[in-house]
């Protein structure tokens, strides 16, 4: 079986699996593994050497029931996937740009960047201040910061949710311990923006999208594309939720640091292929060094189950099919994952609307680590 035929049948069956299992919330624990729709890209040294897709962006209506043929829709070549938290990567590199440049220390209080951030119950003598928190917490998600928030039930604007957004109280000692934090990173785009006066869509396209040539890469879908479909959103009453973000939070602060990328394969590919080389000299090799060096005691990566980079994660099984920490990735609430072996010189990126109709009605690990595993049989 030729890497094309088996990479075709691994979509192929996780997508007829959604379809033949119906998309109803199922609450005992036993979610099959599957996607509606599903896309992937496996490269070794730089060359794609296998990009398929299979299923469909529309499926399901919001019982989980599939809707009549002629209101689906299948996965297309130039299909653009909510990233979800792969845009947490995209910011990791703008913030390492800006490294380079020499305008954000990485070791610099966050109140330095944001004023706003301090409130007047931090006393400098709390293990809580908030003065204690440094850029780098927020990108190795040890701040103390709660993992999610709710921007979204803020009346007023984007500066509303925004303050809201900086008050939130720390729950543990900065730099103690690992906690993944969207709050975190929701922080680090409102630094990144101070920062270099630019809003976050236009910073990325400026500093990553733009000099990688992820030219289908961006926060609002670019006209005429087809995108994927998410989910049923019953949180913010905004229906089948279709080429804007599915992330609430992200959704509500508007170009978020922690969610709100749509792209595609190719482009993720593109952005892989930059930390696993530096060759299109976005990075410096300074710059790629902090985004793949682990930053957790020994302690921590053992309680965690994977060590942590500057907005990465290291040797986390679970989706990369192996605990080594050399091996790079991040994964997205919706379906998608990014995995960057150095090892075996390999960016492998599968995209999917796993979320479609209801976030609990399928699980994608077990594809996530068969595509991984499929790359490194194909070049071993």
């Known amino acids: ?13 996780a997508t007829r699996t959604a379809a033949e299992a119906g998309g109803a919330p199922r609450k005992d624990g036993e979610l099959p593994c599957a996607a509606p729709g599903a896309e992937a890209l496996i490269a ?71 004023p706003e951030f301090e409130t007047d119950d931090d006393a400098a003598t709390s293990p809580l201040s908030r003065r204690h928190v440094l ?14 928030a709710r921007p979204w039930t803020v009346p007023g604007g984007r500066d509303d949710r925004a303050a809201y957004l900086l008050s939130r109280p720390l729950e543990r000692t900065p730099g103690e311990s690992h906690v993944y ?10 630094a990144l923006e101070r920062i270099t006066g630019l809003q976050l869509p236009e ?17 609002t879908p670019q006209p ?49 292929e930059e930390i696993r080389t530096g060759s299109a000299g976005v990075l410096s090799p300074a710059g790629r060094q902090l985004l793949s060096t682990g930053t957790l005691s020994a302690a921590e ?25 050399q091996v790079l990735g991040h994964t997205g609430f919706v379906g998608t994952s990014l995995v960057i072996d150095p090892i075996d010189d390999l960016v492998v990126v599968l995209l999917t609307n796993n979320v ?12 996530r680590r068969a595509v991984a595993a499929t790359a490194r049989r194909a070049v071993t």
């Open 1 to 13: 079986m030729t890497l094309d035929e088996e990479l075709e049948q691994l979509l192929a069956e």
């Open 44 to 114: 070794h040294r730089g060359e794609i050497l296998s990009h398929q897709h299979a299923g469909m962006s529309v499926l399901f209506d919001q019982d989980g029931s599939l809707l009549p043929a002629s209101q689906q829709r299948a996965v297309s070549s130039e299909e653009l996937w909510d990233i979800a938290s792969l845009t947490k990567v995209a910011v990791a590199v703008a913030a390492m740009v800006q490294h380079q440049r020499g305008s954000l220390d990485l070791d610099a209080p966050v109140v330095e960047y944001l």
């Open 135 to 148: 850029i780098r917490h927020l990108l190795n998600h040890t701040s103390g910061l709660s993992s999610v």
């Open 181 to 190: 934090s969207c709050v975190g990173f929701m922080t680090l785009g409102l």
């Open 203 to 219: 910073l990325i396209a400026e500093t990553v999208t733009g000099p990688l040539g992820m030219e289908s890469t961006s926060y």
């Open 224 to 272: 005429g594309l087809p995108v994927a479909a998410t989910e049923y959103d019953t949180t913010t009453g905004r229906g089948l939720v279709v080429g804007e973000v599915h992330d609430e939070a992200a959704g509500a602060l508007g170009g978020s640091g922690n969610a709100g990328l749509f792209s595609t394969a190719a482009d993720i590919f593109r952005l892989g």
């Open 301 to 325: 990566h053992e309680r965690v189950g994977y060590n942590q980079s500057m907005g990465l994660r290291m040797g986390q099984f679970g989706f990369m099919g192996t605990g080594d920490t």
């Open 356 to 367: 479609h109709p209801h976030r609990d009605a399928f699980m994608l690990m077990p594809l």
